[in-house]
Each structure stands twice: as structure tokens, then as C-alpha cells.
């Protein structure tokens, strides 16, 4: 889930509160069966400017790795949160795919983590992504994460093993001890592999953002680069979706990273507001890709 400086500024306190406890998943349907603002008519149209032509972006090469930038003082990963402001207009959608130790349980009552309506829908619309996936997520829906990790359209990042913070405060979340976060980043890439996820990337997102310099230095040896983002979409919780659309549409720029979920548990509206900001912001002129992308252009 989303908790950073940038979105405390962005998100009131009681839905950045509310934001720590969402849970995100998405992918093909194999889960368990189970059960004041803007309209959407109020997003402002815009007039096309030089629409991008949707593409499947070509994956790297077998064996090239994905682009990281350089290792901070003492070994510390690196933080990324937006491209080239002057590089294009270019765009990076990612979605947490968070699940906690603790939510097998709903789980396994039929509550849904999954969204695969979304995954479909960027899939017809060729809409390139970056899923920042928890290990538990994966262990809990392996088939779906091969789905996910063996389409070129998309690349799996890691979001720690079972989204507990790395630093205080951080929104209640339970907290990884600075000796274990280096163990907990790997535990993740751990479960990826079992999963059979192919195109996974070394990127790494901190759970609610929340990171100091320390855990930094401690995830450093990992050799993961940290990615953050610039733009907040607000999807987590809303009831509407037009005015995450509008959020999304109102704050893009060059080189933006979008964060947003993907889950019907959590992020119910999330898939009919891609179906408005996909061709928003192409109207606008944007193309997507995905974090590697934005990274080796950097």
C-alpha cells in the first residue's frame, strides 16, 4: 500500500489510516471461489496531441538483466521514483499485489485478492506494467503469478515477503527488525522463483513506502533498486472511479510512476478506472511502459 512523505501530502490521514491494512493482488482467476468528490462525467476531456500507438513492449533479452541504478554511499539501494522529466512522454503504471501472513485465512473464506478483470483489461488495451508482488501473494496464488511474470507486457517486482514495514512509524503495519530486512526482500524473490515466475526485476518497494537510510543500507547488499512514485492515484478503498481517473489524469507527467492495487478486496474500482485513464492519457500523448523502461533511460 501507499505511505510516503509525498503521500501524506496527498491522501488525508484517516484514508492513508485506512491504506496500511489493503491488501492488492492480481493475475488469471485461479483463487479461491468466493463472494463529495468528482464524477466520473466531471474527468475533462482532452484533445488528442499525438496519441501513442499501443505496442507489446519487447522484453529483455534471455539473460540480459533489467537496468538498476548505482548503489548509494556504503552499499545503500538506490531510490527511484520517476523517470526523465524531458525524455518523452512516458508513463509507468504499477500495482501492489499485497497479502499478509495473516490473510490466508480470509482467504481461504473466499475473500478476493485477485483482480483478473484488471489483468485482462491492460492486457486488451496492451498497457505494459510493473507488479510489486509480496512473496505471500505469491506462495497463496502461484499460477496466477506465472501468468503474470510470463507475459512480456508485464514484469513482477518484489514488495517484501508479507508487507510488514521496514521502518517506524508506518502506519501500524508490523515491523521486519533491521537485521531481517535484507532476509525478508530475498524470502520474496525466494517465493517468486518457486512460483515459476519467470520475468521477475530487482526492484523493490518498500511497504507503505516507509524507509530510512538505515534500511537502506541493510537492503543494500540485495542489489535491488528501491522504487517509490510521483503519482498517488488514490484507488485504494474508493467507492468511484472517476475520481481516481481524475487523479491520475490531473498529476501525470514525463517520466511519472503511478501507483495504484489490484484488488477486488480492496481496490474495487480500480479496473473501470484504467478503461478512463488509458486513453486520457494517450489522448494526451503518453505512452506506457514499465519501471525497467523509465530505469535505462535514465
Known amino acids: 500500500m501507499i505511505h510516503s512523505s509525498r503521500a501524506r501530502r496527498v491522501l488525508a490521514p484517516a484514508a492513508a489510516a485506512l491504506l496500511c491494512g489493503a491488501l492488492a ?4 482467476d485461479d483463487s479461491p471461489a468466493g463472494p463529495g468528490k468528482p464524477s466520473a462525467a466531471s474527468v475533462p476531456a482532452v484533445k488528442p496531441t ?7 513492449p519487447v522484453p529483455p533479452a534471455a539473460g540480459s538483466p533489467a537496468p538498476t541504478l548505482a548503489p548509494g554511499p556504503g552499499g545503500a539501494a538506490p531510490v527511484f521514483s520517476h523517470g526523465k522529466r524531458d525524455g518523452g512522454k512516458r508513463v509507468a503504471l504499477t ?11 480470509r482467504a481461504a473464506r473466499g475473500e478476493r485478492f485477485d483482480n483478473p478483470q484488471l489483468i485482462a483489461t491492460l492486457r486488451r488495451l496492451k498497457v505494459p506494467a510493473t507488479v510489486f508482488m509480496t512473496g505471500k501473494w505469491a506462495e497463496q496464488y502461484p499460477a496466477q503469478a506465472r501468468s503474470i511474470g510470463g507475459d512480456p507486457l508485464f514484469e513482477v517486482a518484489n514488495h517484501s515477503y508479507a508487507h510488514h514495514a521496514f521502518s517506524t512509524p508506518c502506519y501500524k503495519l508490523p515491523t521486519v527488525p533491521l537485521k531481517g ?6 524470502r520474496a524473490f525466494d517465493a517468486f522463483r ?3 515466475v519467470k520475468n521477475t526485476v530487482p526492484y523493490f518497494r518498500f511497504p507503505g513506502g516507509c524507509h530510512n537510510d538505515a534500511v537502506l543500507r541493510a537492503i543494500g547488499p540485495t542489489k535491488a533498486t528501491a ?3 510521483d ?8 467507492k468511484q472511479a472517476g475520481p481516481v481517473a481524475e487523479a491520475v489524469l490531473s498529476q501525470v507527467k514525463p517520466g511519472s510512476v503511478v501507483v495504484m492495487h489490484c484488488t477486488r478486496s480492496a481496490a474495487p474500482v480500480t479496473e473501470e478506472a484504467i478503461r478512463r485513464i488509458v486513453p486520457g492519457l494517450r489522448a494526451k500523448g503518453y505512452e506506457f511502459v514499465r519501471v525497467s523502461d523509465l530505469i535505462a533511460a535514465r
Open 227 to 229: 522504487v517509490q512514485w
Open 25 to 28: 493482488a492480481c493475475g488469471a
Open 50 to 56: 499525438a496519441p501513442a500507438t499501443p505496442t507489446t
Open 95 to 105: 500495482f501492489d499485489a499485497d497479502m499478509t501472513a495473516d490473510q490466508d485465512k
Open 194 to 196: 518457486r512460483a515459476g
Open 231 to 238: 503519482v498517488v492515484s488514490g484507488d485504494a478503498f474508493a
Open 181 to 186: 530486512a535484507r532476509a525478508d526482500v530475498e
